[in-house]
C-alpha cells in the first residue's frame, strides 16, 4: 500500500511539473501529427492518437522521439477522462452492403464491443483519474448503424463529426460519455498515411460532447482484399477472423483506449498523454502478448496498453516494461 500511495503522489508531482513543458510538447506534437496526417482543415476537430502503419517512417520516428524523453510516464493535464463509456459503431459506405466485402467484419466489430465491456483489456485504462472520475471498466454497446451513403476520406475530421452527428440525429448520448467509431469503406491511400485516429466535437444545436473515431478500410490498394500496411502484424484467419477484421480490432482497441483516457480539451485542458503528447494506446503500438479473451470469451490479438503503474513497478512488456496485454 505504501509503494502504491508514494507512486501516486510521485506522479501527480510530475503531472504538475509537466505543466511548464506542456505548451512546447503540445505544440511540436501536434504540427507533426497534422503535416504527416494531412488534415485538411487544421481548425476543425483535432485528430489524436493518430495510429501509423508499423515500419513506417513516421512510425519509426514516433518511437525515436519517445526513446528520447526523460522519463516515459503519461501526465494528466487538468482534463476529463472516460469513466463510462457509450459505443455505437458506424459503418459508412456503399461496399458495406456488398457480402463479400462485409465479410465477417461487421458481425465481427459486434462481438468485439460487445465484449470489450468488464474484459481484463478494458481494465489496463482504469488506473487514469480525470476532473470527472475515475476511467472503468463499465462499457455498453448498443449496436452500430449501417450509412450506404458515398464515405468520406479521413483528412477532414469536420466531415466525419457531421456524418456521426447525421446518423445519431444530432442527438448524442447526453451523459456526454458517447463514443462513435466510424468504419468506412475506403480503401487507404497509397504511401504513409495513419490507419485510425479519434477526435471529438459536438453536433449542431446540442452542446454534448461526443467523441468520435475513423478507420479507413483495410483491405489494400484499389480495394484488392489482400491488406496493406496497416494489416502487417496479422494474418488472415488470426484466431478464425479475416485479415481485415483482425486488423480492424487491434485499431479498435488503439483508438478506444485512447478516448478514454485523453477523450477531449474541453476548456483547453486534455487528459493523459507523455512528455512527447503520447496517449496510452500511441506509447504501445505494435506491442503484443498472446491472444486476449474479452467477456463475451471472443478473442483477439490487440495490441497492449500503456500502464504508469507497471513502468513504475517495472512489470509490464514492451521497450520499456509499462504496456500491459489485458489477457
Given at each position: 500500500m505504501k509503494k502504491v500511495a508514494l507512486f501516486t503522489t510521485m506522479v501527480l508531482a510530475l503531472a504538475i511539473a509537466a505543466g511548464a513543458q506542456e505548451t512546447l510538447t503540445g505544440s511540436e506534437t501536434n504540427d507533426f501529427q497534422l503535416q504527416a496526417g494531412q488534415q485538411d482543415d487544421p481548425s476543425g476537430p483535432p485528430m489524436l492518437g493518430l495510429a501509423w502503419p508499423p515500419g513506417s517512417p513516421e512510425y519509426e520516428q514516433q518511437l525515436q522521439l519517445q526513446g528520447g524523453l526523460p522519463n516515459q510516464y503519461m501526465y494528466w493535464h487538468g482534463g476529463q477522462v472516460m469513466p463510462q463509456t457509450k459505443v455505437t459503431a458506424?459503418?459508412?459506405?456503399?461496399?458495406?452492403?456488398?457480402?463479400?466485402?462485409v465479410s465477417d467484419k461487421i458481425q465481427g466489430l459486434d462481438d468485439w464491443y460487445a465484449g470489450f465491456g468488464n474484459s481484463n483489456y478494458a481494465a489496463t485504462s482504469n488506473e487514469y483519474r480525470g476532473s470527472n472520475g475515475q476511467v472503468t471498466s463499465n462499457v455498453t454497446y448498443a449496436g452500430h448503424i449501417v450509412d450506404l451513403t458515398q464515405a468520406s476520406p479521413g483528412y477532414s475530421p469536420a466531415r466525419i463529426l457531421a456524418e456521426v452527428c447525421n446518423q445519431i440525429g444530432n442527438n448524442p448520448d447526453p451523459s456526454g460519455l458517447g463514443y462513435y467509431p466510424v468504419y468506412t469503406d475506403i480503401s487507404r491511400p497509397n504511401g504513409t498515411i495513419y490507419c485510425a485516429y479519434h477526435s471529438w466535437g459536438s453536433c449542431p444545436g446540442n452542446n454534448t460532447i461526443l467523441q468520435f473515431a475513423f478507420f479507413w478500410s483495410l483491405d489494400g490498394p484499389g480495394g484488392a482484399g489482400k491488406g496493406d500496411a496497416c494489416t502487417v502484424l496479422h494474418k488472415d484467419q488470426e484466431l478464425g477472423h479475416s485479415l481485415q477484421l483482425a486488423a480492424l480490432s487491434d485499431y479498435s482497441g488503439h483508438e478506444i483506449s485512447e478516448a478514454r483516457t485523453d477523450p477531449n480539451s474541453k476548456n483547453g485542458r486534455r487528459g493523459w498523454y507523455d512528455l512527447g503528447g503520447n496517449e496510452n494506446g500511441d506509447k504501445c503500438l505494435g506491442v503484443f502478448g498472446g491472444p486476449v479473451t474479452?467477456?463475451?470469451?471472443?478473442?483477439?490479438?490487440?495490441?497492449?496498453?500503456?500502464?504508469?503503474l507497471a513502468y513504475y513497478r517495472q512489470s509490464g512488456i514492451g521497450r520499456w516494461k509499462g504496456c500491459l496485454q489485458g489477457q
Open positions: 458506424i459503418f459508412w459506405g456503399k461496399r458495406w452492403n456488398n457480402n463479400n466485402y474479452f467477456s463475451n470469451n471472443t478473442q483477439w490479438i490487440i495490441q497492449s496498453e500503456w500502464s504508469n
